[in-house]
Structure formats: structure tokens, C-alpha cells
């Protein structure tokens, strides 16, 4: 009854946690979906600015870009492109993922090959970059390669102050001159998948540990108590002395 009463209670846990995600959900579908504002103008409430669209007219910085190692996409190995974006009139610039591109050892790719047109319209979602967490870690052969991101590592890597949140690129579009040649543009990132994850497979889970729990716990008293009732019978008939 106790083990039961404990899978129960951990059902209607995970059922919480699905009306938690779900909520979650709805928020952020509302930012993937809102039409875009100004980076500018979202970035002024960060408490509301993570996975808002967001749209950023600037000029890319092709010299202090660099990849993020170890990014999959379909099963193959390579890395993602981040390249700050020069705004105008002000000095903080906005890191863009501009996306995947293939590279066999998850690592290093040709950046001289996926040059867009330096001056760019940029939309996108907006994602937190961390502090303080893992830290940028830099490949020991290559300066250009990072693991993950950390705006505290970026702040010393990087000539200029930058924005809190990374812009992921969906659409691109040139706004003046610029180098590019065919197959310059990566594979631009999905929006995250905004599903409900596994709590309503798990809280079935828990309410059925519970009701085996209750069909077990019902054989057994069942079970216990013929078994009473036998050792009685069998005494009652035992012949007298």
C-alpha cells in the first residue's frame, strides 16, 4: 500500500511537470511565432527576450568569427558558425549563428568558403549565452574553435562589448555589397522542437506500478488470510490427543 501510495504520488508529479511544459510551451511559441521586432527593442526586457524573434541590420564581422565544435545535423558530424554582427550606431555587437556546416572531424571547417554578403539583414530567434558555467574552451590547434559558449570567455576574446543573447539566423537577406559565391550559405538551424517530452508516458508508468501494486497487495492479504484459515481447519480436525 505504502509502495502504491509513493507511485501515485510520483504519477501526479509528472503530470505537474507535462502542465509545466506545456505552459512553457505556449510562451515560447508565442515569442517563435510573434512577428519580428528590433534586437535593439528586445533586448532592452531580457527577461522576456529568450527565443523571441528578433530581426538585426548590421554588418558582419568576418574576422573575429568563429565555430562551435561537436554540432550534428541528420546524423553527420560538423559545427555551427558564429559570427558577431556589427550593428550601426552603437558599439556592442550581436553574435549570429549563421548555422551548420559539414565537417568530418566535428571541428574545424573552411570559413573562407561560407562567406555571406558582409552586409545583412539578419532574423532570427534570440537564445541566453551562459556565465560562468562551462566556460569557452578554445581548441588547442585552432584559436577559431570553440565547445561552447560563455559571455564572460567571449567578453576576453572578442575587441568589443556583445549582446547577452545569440541571434539564431533563420532568414538572411543582403543589404549592399559584399563577397559570396555559390553554396555560401549554411544550413540555417531549425526552431526548437517544442514538444511535450515523455511526462505523460511516465506518470501511466507510476499509476500502473500502482495498481499492481494494489492487485499484488490484495492477493497477498487473500493468500495470507486462506492461509489462516486452512491451519485453523486443519487443527479443528486434528483427532483429540
Not at 172 to 186: F, L, V
Request: proline residues 6%.
Amino acid at each position: 500500500m505504502l509502495v502504491s501510495a509513493g507511485c501515485v504520488r510520483l504519477g501526479f508529479w509528472q503530470l505537474h511537470r507535462l502542465s509545466e511544459r506545456r505552459a512553457l510551451n505556449a510562451r515560447l511559441s508565442s515569442r517563435l511565432f510573434a512577428p519580428p521586432l528590433a534586437v535593439r527593442d528586445v533586448l532592452r526586457d531580457s527577461a522576456t527576450a529568450g527565443f523571441r524573434r528578433a530581426s538585426a541590420v548590421g554588418t558582419y564581422d568576418f574576422v573575429n568569427e568563429f565555430v562551435v565544435a561537436s554540432r550534428t545535423r541528420q546524423g553527420s558530424p560538423g559545427v555551427n558558425i558564429v559570427t558577431p554582427l556589427r550593428l550601426a550606431g552603437i558599439d556592442t555587437a550581436v553574435l549570429v549563428n549563421r548555422g551548420w556546416v559539414y565537417a568530418p572531424d566535428a571541428m574545424t571547417a573552411d570559413l573562407a568558403r561560407w562567406l555571406e554578403p558582409s552586409d545583412a539583414s539578419v532574423t532570427g530567434y534570440l537564445v541566453e549565452i551562459g556565465r560562468g558555467t562551462l566556460g569557452t574552451v578554445a581548441a588547442a590547434r585552432n584559436p577559431r574553435v570553440v565547445r561552447h559558449l560563455d559571455a564572460d570567455s567571449l567578453a576576453k576574446r572578442l575587441p568589443y562589448p556583445i549582446a547577452p543573447f545569440l541571434l539564431v539566423a533563420t532568414v538572411t537577406r543582403s543589404t549592399g555589397t559584399g563577397s559570396s559565391s555559390r553554396d555560401s550559405t549554411p544550413a540555417r538551424l531549425p526552431t526548437p522542437l517544442l514538444d511535450e517530452g515523455p511526462h505523460l508516458g511516465y506518470a501511466l508508468q507510476w499509476f500502473t506500478f500502482a495498481l499492481i501494486g494494489l492487485v499484488g497487495a490484495a492477493f497477498g492479504i487473500r493468500a495470507d488470510a486462506r492461509g489462516t484459515w486452512r491451519r485453523g481447519v486443519h487443527r479443528a480436525q486434528r483427532p483429540a490427543g
